[in-house]
């Protein structure tokens, strides 16, 4: 199933005594968000990033259109400041290291 937000960011998650692992945190109209299953393979085209996710879905997100805020953006906040997670800023890293380019 595809899903298209309007707002993303791709989350790293780390746990101690594991290796870290990426979610899709997923925006639509600053009122709804969801996290995928977890990042399995990238694709890229000229326009969007394709996120694989652990349960088949994929999350096709616009590469210009990445920022989340209203009520999405205060549960992203939520999530950063009450875990060990954080924002993956270079995407063409991460693509390398879960493609295992």
Not at 40 to 63: A, D, L, P, Q
Not at 79 to 100: A, P
């Amino acid at each position: 199933m595809e899903t298209n937000p309007d707002g993303w960011a791709v989350l790293k998650i780390s746990t101690i005594g594991n290796n870290p692992f990426y979610k899709v945190f997923g925006s639509w109209n600053n009122e709804s968000w969801r996290l995928n299953s977890g990042i399995t393979h990238i694709e890229e085209t000229e326009n969007e990033f394709r996120f694989h996710g652990e349960s088949g879905s994929i999350y096709v997100c616009n590469k210009e259109y990445n920022h989340i805020c209203g009520y999405s953006g205060n549960i992203l906040r939520n999530i950063l400041e009450s875990s060990t997670t954080e924002i993956v800023d270079d995407i063409n890293n991460l693509m390398m290291e879960v493609n295992n380019v």
